[in-house]
Each structure stands twice: as C-alpha cells, then as structure tokens.
C-alpha cells in the first residue's frame, strides 16, 4: 500500500469516526428531549393533581368554580355533598396518575410489564361506583386527547360492579 493510499484509508476512517459520534450525539439529544417532554408532561399533571388534593382535604376549595362540584346540588346534607366531592376529586387524582403512566409507555418511557400491571388496576377501579360517577360527571377534566379517547374505551369496555352500579 502506498502513503496517498494509506492517507485516504486514515482520512475515510476519521470520516466515518466523526460521522458515527455526531449520529450518535443527535440519537442522545433525541432520547435527552423525549425524556425531558415526559418530565414536563409528568410535572404539569402533578401540578394540576397537587390541586385536586387541596379539594379532598377542603371540599370547601371545590366550590371556587362551582360548575365543577354542580353535581352535588341536589344531595341534601353538606355531608353527602362533602363526601361526594372528595371521592370526586380522588377519582381524578387516581385518573391522573394512570394519565402519567399511559403517557410514558405511549412514548417509550416506561416499559410494557409495568403499563400493563397499571392498566389491570385501573380497569377494576374503572367498574366502581365512584369512578362512574365521576366520569359520568359533566364537569370539566383535563386529560391528554388521546388518552381520554382512551379512557372512553376502557369505560365502555368494562363492566360497572354490582347490580346497582352507574
């Protein structure tokens, strides 16, 4: 082999270097801003879920934007009523924890096994009275689109407990 030879071997060799780091640096960036989006997901549904506790501990709270607790207008103690919001907004609470898990594994973020142990729970909790009344609800949820499309689907999907579930 002659030096030029040898040379271009080197320099096609450093090309190919510098081309697999740099591939290999945009794939980290990449993995780096997918985690990052699931952070800040994870972070504002916290946010929104830390707010949902201040109504379990102070029904009271609820009554802010009325139109979210209107449901209990007709219930005839303030006890009912108390009791009513606070399995309301512990509903969402639990909602928006599963809303976190089904975002991660809809992103690759958290694995299929742990999704799945997830979505078995929530399919039980799903079938309670308290949930359906929730869900049944119209006062305003946020949720992602997709995952309440989602959550229609699990609803409709799976039965109510107990003959005199909604």
């Not at 916290?46 to 029904?59: C, F, K, S, T, W």
């Not at 639990?94 to 799945?116: M, T």
């Not at 309670?128 to 992602?144: C, D, V």
Request: glycine share 6%.
């Amino acid at each position: 082999m002659t030096i030029p030879e040898v040379q271009i071997l080197i320099q096609a060799l450093s090309a190919t270097a510098i081309t697999g780091g740099l591939v290999y640096s945009a794939l980290q960036f990449r993995k780096n801003r997918d985690a990052q989006h699931f952070g800040n997901f994870a972070k504002l549904v916290e946010m929104q879920m830390h707010l949902r506790e201040m109504r379990v501990g102070d029904p009271s709270l609820a009554r802010v934007y009325r139109g979210d607790v209107a449901f209990t207008d007709d219930l005839p103690t303030p006890e009912e009523r108390e009791r009513a919001i606070r399995e309301y907004f512990f509903n969402l609470m639990q909602l928006s924890v599963f809303e976190i898990v089904w975002f991660g594994w809809k992103r690759g973020q958290v694995p299929e096994d742990y999704f799945r142990s997830w979505e078995t729970r929530m399919r039980e909790i799903v079938g309670e009275r308290s949930f359906r009344e929730m869900w049944g609800s119209p006062s305003m949820k946020f949720m992602h689109d997709e995952f309440h499309e989602f959550m229609v689907e699990m609803v409709r999907a799976t039965p109510a407990r107990g003959a005199d579930q909604k």
